[in-house]
């Protein structure tokens, strides 16, 4: 998927979820798993965010750091749709 042309150049954004859950697997574990997709990242906003879904916790941080990567991504600029 990240390789898809139509995708490149987008942000990811990884969520970890259940940290709130003893032996959920640390930021660190998830960033070593993904290391070996790190050159077909290419040119990307990247990150990874550990998060809680049931306590809220870094959720907002998250998708505020997504619409600010989107925002400003030059070669795919936020499109407004007149919804009704």
Avoid: Y
């Avoid at 995708?7 to 574990?29: E, F, W, Y």
């Avoid at 998830?30 to 997709?37: E, G, P, R």
């Avoid at 049931?54 to 991504?73: H, K, P």
């Amino acid at each position: 998927m990240i390789c898809h042309a139509e995708l490149r150049g987008l942000p990811m954004l990884v969520l970890c979820n259940k940290q709130d859950v003893p032996g959920a697997m640390t930021v660190a574990d998830i960033k070593h798993v993904f290391n070996d997709s790190a050159p077909k990242l290419g040119v990307r906003d990247c990150k990874v965010q550990r998060v809680s879904a049931i306590t809220g916790d870094n959720l907002r941080e998250s998708l505020e750091w997504m619409a600010q990567c989107v925002q400003r991504n030059p070669s795919r600029p936020p499109v407004t749709k007149n919804m009704r």
